[in-house]
């Protein structure tokens, strides 16, 4: 049966799919996802699709799950109502896969079904009849579900599910970056920077990856720091100018300019780990900038280059040489050639956020 790696927690999240319709199943398979949910009455489907792909297919009868051999491998358990919720918990007889039907919840109760099994040896799926669905089970109190069985008649719905694991399995791969020193630090005037106050808190050595150029872009601080000018705002990050490019999920880039509330960016720290995270608010004023400019140690004369707000707020990270916190970050009042800063190299060629081989100069 699929499975499907997951960063928050030790165990792969496992994902059937219960469809009638053919577009949705080429497109589960083609993603991966080869375990289908049946009726019994629509076996004859089951053998039908089985001819044009390879599939792993479950029937459901009388409220039980079996595989193509007749082997109960699931049990269903239906909860309609609050009592019957405080009374799910494992039971003897129970298959060692149990599938949750919510009936007519208006209020997905997820964190209530993980606290129920949590411990029991057994993998728990509910019935998600969208991605959005799915996402809350999967990460309710952090650890989630062992997996979902998604109910659905649109392929879009098992796009933006791929969509969405993609995203996870970024967070358990390390970004690489490597050190770059400042070659060049000049007052470059006003312009219109952007804040992104994100919906989670960062910590010390944490931040985004902006750039001018989408060929190297520079690990900038949050403003997590204590500071004698201004209070600590950990899930804030003054990023840049409205024209840099900024990290997002699927390894593409877009514009500070567009960011906005709903957005997901990906946050960064020392070592390369990585999250996805939530924008919650942008800001843009107009302030005061500062150019730096910089080379990597390879031997590279290339130049990356990135826009600051000129303030003492606004750092950049440095490579990892301590604990201490004031090693983590430079503020970029107290830059200077010499400085070492964290930086990503990656493609330079962009169309429409997404990384494409092409001939391109940028100055």
């Known amino acids: 049966m699929c499975s499907v790696s997951n960063s928050s927690s030790s165990k792969s999240k496992r994902v059937w799919i219960w469809t009638e319709s053919k577009q949705v199943m080429t497109a589960a398979v083609e993603r991966g996802w080869n375990t289908f949910v049946f009726l019994s009455e629509n076996q004859q489907l089951a053998i039908d699709w089985s001819t044009i792909a390879l599939l792993d297919p479950l029937f459901i009868k009388e409220g039980e799950v079996f595989d193509s051999g ?28 149990i599938v949750i039907d919510l009936l007519d919840w208006q209020v997905i109760p997820a964190e209530n079904i993980v606290a129920s099994f949590q411990g029991s040896g057994k993998t728990v799926f509910a019935i998600s009849k969208t991605p959005s669905e799915a996402q809350i089970f999967l ?29 996870r399995n970024e967070v358990s791969n390390l970004l690489s970056l490597m050190k770059a ?14 804040c992104v106050d994100l919906c989670s808190l960062m910590r010390p050595g944490e931040g985004l990856l902006v750039g001018s150029f989408a060929r190297g872009l520079f690990l900038v601080h949050s403003e997590c720091l204590e500071s004698n000018y201004i209070a600590s705002r950990p899930f804030r990050v ?50 005061p900038l500062i150019l730096v400019e910089t080379k990597t140690n390879s031997g590279d004369q290339t130049l990356y280059g990135i826009i600051l707000q000129n303030a003492e707020t606004v750092a950049l990270v440095s490579p990892c040489k301590g604990t201490g916190e004031q090693e983590k970050a430079i503020p970029v009042t107290s830059l200077k050639v ?3 800063v964290l930086l990503r190299v990656q493609g330079a ?7 494409i081989q092409e001939f391109i100069v940028e100055n």
């Open 70 to 97: 007749d082997r109960r491998v699931g049990s269903i358990i239906e909860v309609s109502t609050p009592q019957e919720l405080q009374q799910l918990q494992p039971a003897d007889g129970q298959a060692e896969n």
């Open 139 to 167: 990460e309710a109190l952090e650890q989630g579900l062992g997996g979902i069985v998604l109910k659905v008649e649109d392929v879009k719905a098992v796009l933006a599910l791929k969509e969405y694991f993609d995203g």
């Open 181 to 194: 020193t400042v070659t060049r630090v000049d007052v470059a005037g006003m312009g219109d920077r952007v």
């Open 238 to 287: 003054n990023a840049g100018p409205v024209h840099a490019y900024v990290l997002v999920p699927g390894g593409k880039t877009c514009y500070l300019s567009e960011l906005k509330s709903g957005k997901e960016v990906i946050v960064v720290d020392q070592k390369g780990r990585q999250q996805t995270v939530v924008v919650g608010r942008v800001k843009i004023e107009s302030r």
């Open 338 to 340: 010499g400085d070492e």
């Open 349 to 355: 060629a962009r169309h429409t956020g997404i990384e």
